[in-house]
């Protein structure tokens, strides 16, 4: 069987000038042969910063009449010697007579191939019309068959593309695997139950890749995945850390165009919820980073919260008199709770999702009624608006873990301490105060064993108090700047984060 795909059978002269010229393109096909396995470089996968090489290779094929020329595509092929089968990512085809021909997509300027059937006129003629294909600025002839089966496949996309509807993803380590370990430091704790919660003392990391404040942190709730801390930054992007192995930050989403002012994560810990000065709502794959939900609000956003008990169902605020309650399966607002405010600093269900409060900031003169309102979810009804009667705005809330009490945080320089159940009255015997407010909207948080509660300052300190006593357990210079947040770990005893208004974010331990 001949080894030439197309067979010329032309006039005398044609006979003639091959005649003449065979010699030629065997002694240059010959030098091209030896100066290509002279000077072709090898490249170590994952090697970066160097420039590809694409020179063609001999390679023998056992049982075979012929002769094929392989490109090479590093630096993701590499050989160990000049005897090495060195095939190209993009194709591979066998046709007959056992002769493989490869084109590289990235190099049509080199191909050389030829018989060593000598005594064959039909292979001189192919070895003639090779060696013009070698002349600058002529392509190489590929096969009709060739061409139909490349078009026919499915290209294949390199990890970090995207399409074009998608927003960027920057992978800043290897994020899918190393995101859904189980971390070593977190296992020995997965089947017991919390432990005692000590005060932090020691740094740990320092994680400063935000360019502009950071709003808010959160732990992955999923406690196998609970090395990964989520923060949402004035910088318009939301950055997923592994904060408990390495300190590196996993990914980063710049899916709004605005500042992100608050980011919650889903109840299975795959999903990130998000909402900004930009009055978008987006609920991104953590993964593939693509959009799941997207949706243009009225007003711009300032506090999120999904429902406990009903994952789909989710509850925003923002600088508007109204509090939305969405449905993510249909991309539709269930229910509207109207309010006489301007805005509405924060959102927190209380157990079993059946009430919630929203606390805005509606203050008068002498009182601050409407400053915390408690409302029913199925009905949208208000249930009070009595609750907070001092003159002083309350920028977060935060519920006890095992008792039916929650903490405000107010302007005024102090936590105050409320009952969960109506009607919600205030414990007047219990004030948390001594760290300073001053206008940011600093959050706190009970440790998991309810034991501590801690709040940021904005002198840049942590201030632990005992939820018993109310009284400062210990101070922690955290951050130069005002500290906004400081959360403590769901599953690893007195570990502790804590984020600053200058978008530092630091682990302790």
């Given at each position: 069987?001949?080894?030439?795909?197309?067979?010329?059978?032309?006039?005398?002269?044609?006979?003639?000038?091959?005649?003449?010229?065979?010699?030629?393109?065997?002694?240059?096909?010959?030098?091209?042969?030896?100066?290509?396995v002279d000077h072709v470089q090898y490249f170590a996968p994952g090697s970066s910063g160097t420039k590809s090489t694409y020179e063609m290779h001999p390679t023998e094929n056992i049982g075979s009449s012929g002769t094929s020329a392989v490109g090479e595509d590093p630096p993701e092929h590499y050989a160990q010697n000049n005897n090495t089968d060195l095939t190209s990512p993009y194709c591979r085809r066998a046709y007959s007579g056992h002769t493989a021909l490869c084109v590289s997509y990235k190099n049509y300027e080199q191909t050389s191939s030829f018989s060593t059937n000598s005594g064959n006129p039909v292979s001189q003629?192919?070895?003639?019309?090779?060696?013009?294909?070698?002349?600058?600025?002529?392509?190489?002839?590929?096969?009709?068959?060739?061409?139909?089966?490349?078009?026919?496949?499915?290209?294949?996309?390199?990890?970090?593309?995207?399409?074009?509807?998608?927003?960027?993803?920057?992978?800043?380590?290897?994020?899918?695997?190393?995101?859904?370990?189980?971390?070593?430091?977190?296992?020995?704790?997965?089947?017991?139950?919390?432990?005692?919660?000590?005060?932090?003392?020691?740094?740990?990391?320092?994680?400063?890749?935000?360019?502009?404040?950071?709003?808010?942190?959160?732990?992955?709730?999923?406690?196998?995945?609970?090395?990964?801390?989520?923060?949402?930054?004035?910088?318009?992007?939301?950055?997923?850390?592994?904060?408990?192995?390495?300190?590196?930050?996993?990914?980063?989403?710049?899916?709004?165009?605005?500042?992100?002012?608050?980011?919650?994560?889903?109840?299975?810990?795959?999903?990130?919820?998000?909402?900004?000065?930009?009055?978008?709502?987006?609920?991104?794959?953590?993964?593939?980073?693509?959009?799941?939900?997207?949706?243009?609000?009225?007003?711009?956003?300032?506090?999120?919260?999904?429902?406990?008990?009903?994952?789909?169902?989710?509850?925003?605020?923002?600088?508007?008199?109204?509090?939305?309650?969405?449905?993510?399966?249909?991309?539709?607002?269930?229910?509207?709770?109207?309010?006489?405010?301007?805005?509405?600093?924060?959102?927190?269900?209380?157990?079993?999702?059946?009430?919630?409060?929203?606390?805005?900031?509606?203050?008068?003169?002498?009182?601050?009624?409407?400053?915390?309102?408690?409302?029913?979810?199925?009905?949208?009804?208000?249930?009070?608006?009595?609750?907070?009667?001092?003159?002083?705005?309350?920028?977060?809330?935060?519920?006890?873990?095992?008792?039916?009490?929650?903490?405000?945080?107010?302007?005024?320089?102090?936590?105050?301490?409320?009952?969960?159940?109506?009607?919600?009255?205030?414990?007047?015997?219990?004030?948390?105060?001594?760290?300073?407010?001053?206008?940011?909207?600093?959050?706190?948080?009970?440790?998991?064993?309810?034991?501590?509660?801690?709040?940021?300052?904005?002198?840049?300190?942590?201030?632990?108090?005992?939820?018993?006593?109310?009284?400062?357990?210990?101070?922690?210079?955290?951050?130069?700047?005002?500290?906004?947040?400081?959360?403590?770990?769901?599953?690893?005893?007195?570990?502790?984060?804590?984020?600053?208004?200058?978008?530092?974010?630091?682990?302790?331990?």
């Amino acid at each position: 069987m001949s080894s030439s795909l197309v067979a010329y059978d032309d006039s005398d002269s044609e006979a003639e000038t091959e005649k003449t010229e065979v010699p030629n393109s065997s002694s240059r096909q010959s030098s091209l042969l030896s100066s290509s396995v002279d000077h072709v470089q090898y490249f170590a996968p994952g090697s970066s910063g160097t420039k590809s090489t694409y020179e063609m290779h001999p390679t023998e094929n056992i049982g075979s009449s012929g002769t094929s020329a392989v490109g090479e595509d590093p630096p993701e092929h590499y050989a160990q010697n000049n005897n090495t089968d060195l095939t190209s990512p993009y194709c591979r085809r066998a046709y007959s007579g056992h002769t493989a021909l490869c084109v590289s997509y990235k190099n049509y300027e080199q191909t050389s191939s030829f018989s060593t059937n000598s005594g064959n006129p039909v292979s001189q003629k192919r070895i003639h019309k090779d060696s013009t294909g070698a002349i600058k600025g002529i392509r190489p002839y590929i096969p009709k068959r060739l061409r139909q089966e490349n078009s026919s496949m499915p290209e294949k996309k390199e990890p970090d593309q995207r399409d074009s509807s998608d927003y960027d993803v920057n992978l800043d380590i290897s994020g899918e695997q190393t995101s859904r370990k189980i971390s070593e430091l977190i296992k020995p704790y997965l089947g017991s139950k919390y432990k005692l919660t000590e005060v932090p003392k020691s740094l740990i990391f320092y994680m400063s890749k935000h360019s502009g404040p950071v709003n808010e942190i959160q732990w992955c709730p999923v406690r196998e995945q609970s090395h990964m801390l989520l923060s949402a930054s004035m910088d318009k992007t939301i950055k997923v850390w592994d904060a408990v192995d390495t300190g590196c930050c996993f990914k980063t989403y710049s899916c709004h165009s605005g500042a992100v002012r608050a980011a919650q994560w889903s109840s299975c810990g795959r999903r990130i919820l998000s909402g900004g000065f930009d009055s978008m709502l987006h609920l991104t794959d953590v993964e593939t980073g693509k959009q799941i939900f997207s949706s243009k609000n009225e007003f711009r956003i300032s506090a999120l919260k999904f429902h406990p008990t009903e994952s789909n169902i989710f509850i925003c605020g923002g600088f508007s008199p109204e509090v939305k309650a969405w449905d993510i399966r249909t991309s539709k607002v269930l229910r509207v709770y109207k309010a006489a405010v301007q805005q509405t600093l924060d959102i927190l269900f209380l157990p079993e999702g059946r009430e919630f409060l929203t606390s805005t900031d509606a203050v008068s003169r002498d009182s601050a009624d409407r400053t915390v309102i408690a409302w029913d979810f199925q009905s949208a009804a208000k249930i009070s608006n009595q609750i907070f009667h001092e003159r002083y705005t309350c920028p977060s809330l935060t519920l006890h873990p095992k008792e039916s009490v929650f903490v405000a945080q107010t302007n005024g320089n102090y936590m105050a301490l409320f009952s969960a159940q109506r009607p919600y009255r205030i414990n007047k015997k219990k004030r948390y105060e001594g760290h300073k407010v001053e206008g940011f909207a600093v959050g706190c948080e009970f440790s998991p064993d309810g034991t501590l509660l801690v709040t940021g300052s904005s002198d840049g300190k942590v201030y632990f108090y005992n939820y018993h006593t109310a009284r400062i357990i210990r101070t922690l210079s955290a951050h130069k700047e005002a500290c906004v947040s400081a959360i403590f770990h769901p599953v690893l005893p007195s570990l502790l984060a804590t984020c600053s208004w200058a978008g530092e974010i630091k682990i302790w331990q």
